[in-house]
């Protein structure tokens, strides 16, 4: 499953990013600036540490804390299990950055015909826009748009790609 | 941007004089009975189209080519080799030697000539004959700009074919349709326009936004399509002429599916709002909406009956997609579609009497018809993917695209076709990349 891939990925991502954070402020030797702990002989000193990880509300950190997407079954609109899942924190994660609006598109497989697949992912888009809702968020920060099945995200003609197909992505505005 | 279609083509002017000469058609004349399932087709010979200037004789020799290519493809009609014609060109101008034709077995034969006058415009004269009857079937002169002569000879196929089977032509004819290129996830795609044979190929969009599902009006030089210009799919109006481009309506949310009523008064449409799609259709006279459908199912790809009192439309209302018919306000609507699999696509044929569809079943697509009551149903073509039949203005011939499956690397191939009502002579129409969702226009006039 390409979502649980994800997943793993960016909480991959995660710890290497906190390894090399503790790994610079360890030996405190990244740019011979002190670190923010152990010394105290030079106290006029500016500390400092690389930024690690997205920025907080951008469209990378969604995708490395929650998720950018959600799948459905075959000419299925519902939020499964996971998809639910995935819905609520993003909930959490969009009342966490006020600011942040959404655009959530649909997709489709490309097993089916053109205008009702963008009907379908029209109404793939909603289930997740609707959910938000529910979850308190503000209907004013969600937007959704449909492309149908011409947009795949995985390539080829494979049951395979058609499941990861079935979709909404959200982008940060 | 859209690229602004040559004009020559649209403007020309083709002046139609039937030529009186007075020879009344035998009674056991050639008919084509194009209503049958499989027909053998019909030898006809073709000659070449006479001319005294080199010039001439290069016109004469190339609609000679076009009307043969055109008679050729519609499965009814095989033109015969010329290498095997016994009685020359200029022998021709005397008159008919029957004998020689009934010798290379050729039961219609076509002859004609082309004549650059002194305006500079060519005047082409052809005649049909019935070589066992002995007799002038029909006979018409053309006179046009030298540039124009490929309409001058779709212009003559349509007289042959309306005389040999009894039905209206459907050469004189263009295609729009989207032009494709590249892998599925960065495919390009750009709106074009050909004549029905293919030749006189033009883009109409630059490809930096993705089109879909042109359609031609029935009455003016102009089409109604989905762009997604600015990453919202809208419906928009372009006219052909002058190359002006508008969005259909300002609204909130998507448009898509549109097309054009009967008259060329309205185009009907989907729109979507918060997870419902609904048919509308808006009067571009006074650009009023009014919505047609009023179900929280998905109702999508109306297509109008030609008398403009019934839309066939797509809907999941019942469970699965599926057509339906309803009346022009929404009213009486009744599912016609009760086969296994999912039914999609709807149109309307121009003569009435027939809808074609896409239908998946199994791990098939299939473009089929079927009477607008539901009975009757056939399947024209298949494929792994199939979709989109539009009509010959004669209600003859279906165009539609294929499309095989793509690989890990998203190379994949699509084409347009074309079959005939009876399910035979299916055929590819080469266009320069692949293509999908074509579109045929009505007669030219």
Redesign the interface.
């Given at each position: 499953m390409r979502f649980k891939l994800l997943t793993m990925f960016a909480a991959a991502l995660f710890l290497s990013a906190c390894a090399s954070n503790s790994d610079n402020n360890a030996d405190g030797s990244n740019d011979g600036s002190s670190a923010t702990t152990g010394t105290t002989d030079q106290s006029s000193s500016v500390s400092s540490s690389s930024i690690q990880g997205p920025q907080p509300g951008s469209l990378e950190h969604l995708v490395v804390n929650v998720g950018d997407r959600v799948f459905f079954g075959y000419d299925q609109s519902d939020l499964q299990g996971e998809g639910q899942k995935t819905t609520e924190a993003l909930a959490v994660w969009m009342n966490s950055y006020p600011a942040v609006t959404l655009t959530v598109e649909g997709h489709a497989d490309e097993r089916g015909t053109r205008e009702y697949n963008l009907a379908l992912g029209e109404r793939r888009a909603n289930s997740v826009r609707d959910y938000l809702v529910a979850l308190g968020v503000n209907p004013n920060r969600v937007q959704v748009v449909s492309f149908g099945k011409e947009r795949p995200a995985v390539l080829g003609s494979t049951e395979e790609a058609w499941s990861q197909n079935r979709r909404a992505v959200f982008v940060v505005n | 941007m859209l690229i602004k279609a040559t004009r020559g083509l649209l403007i020309a002017a083709v002046s139609v004089l039937g030529i009186a000469t007075g020879i009344i058609p035998a009674q056991a004349e050639i008919n084509v009975n194009i209503t049958e399932g499989f027909v053998e087709p019909l030898p006809v010979a073709v000659a070449d189209f006479n001319g005294g200037q080199p010039e001439e004789q290069l016109i004469g020799r190339d609609i000679a080519e076009v009307i043969s290519a055109n008679l050729e493809r519609t499965g009814l009609f095989k033109p015969i080799d010329n290498k095997a014609f016994i009685q020359d060109q200029s022998s021709l101008l005397v008159g008919v030697r029957f004998g020689d034709w009934r010798l290379i077995n050729a039961q219609a034969l076509v002859t004609g000539s082309a004549r650059v006058q002194g305006d500079g415009k060519v005047r082409v004269e052809f005649r049909l004959w019935d070589v066992y009857a002995e007799n002038m079937m029909t006979g018409f002169s053309y006179t046009s700009t030298r540039t124009n002569w490929r309409r001058i000879a779709h212009r003559i196929s349509d007289a042959i074919y309306k005389r040999l089977t009894g039905e209206q032509g459907y050469f004189d004819t263009r295609v729009v349709y989207v032009s494709e290129t590249g892998?599925?996830?960065r495919?390009q795609r750009r709106l074009a326009i050909m004549d029905q044979d293919g030749f006189n190929h033009k883009f109409l969009t630059n490809g930096r936004f993705?089109v879909?599902?042109p359609r031609f009006s029935p009455t003016s030089q102009e089409i109604t399509y989905l762009s997604?210009e600015g990453?919202?799919?809208k419906v928009k109006l372009l006219d052909l002429q002058t190359g002006r481009e508008e969005t259909l309506g300002n609204f909130k949310g998507?448009s898509?599916?549109p097309r054009f009523s009967p008259d060329g008064n309205s185009v009907v449409m989907?729109l979507?709002d918060?997870?419902?799609?609904e048919i509308y259709s808006m009067d571009l006279r006074t650009r009023k909406f009014s919505r047609l459908t009023n179900h929280p199912a998905?109702d999508?790809?109306p297509s109008y009956s030609p008398d403009g009192s019934k839309v066939v439309f797509?809907s999941?209302r019942g469970g699965?997609?599926q057509l339906y018919v309803m009346d022009i306000n929404g009213g009486n609507v009744k599912r016609i579609s009760f086969n296994k699999g999912r039914y999609?696509?709807p149109v309307w044929s121009p003569r009435g009497d027939l809808i074609a569809f896409?239908r998946?079943s199994g791990r098939k697509f299939y473009i089929g018809v079927m009477k607008p009551d539901g009975s009757g149903e056939r399947m024209l073509a298949e494929g792994?993917?199939a979709?989109?039949p539009t009509w010959s203005p004669n209600g003859r011939v279906l165009s539609y695209y294929k499309q095989g499956?793509?690989?890990?690397?998203?190379k994949v191939k699509s084409k347009v076709y074309t079959v005939d009502l009876s399910g035979y002579n299916e055929r590819e129409v080469v266009t320069p990349l692949d293509g999908v969702?074509p579109a045929w226009s009505p007669l030219l006039q």
């Open positions: - | 892998p599925q996830n495919r993705d879909f599902t997604f990453n919202v799919p998507m898509f599916a989907s979507a918060r997870g419902n799609t998905i999508t790809s797509n999941d699965s997609q999609a696509t896409t998946l792994y993917h979709e989109g499956k793509s690989d890990s690397r998203g969702d």
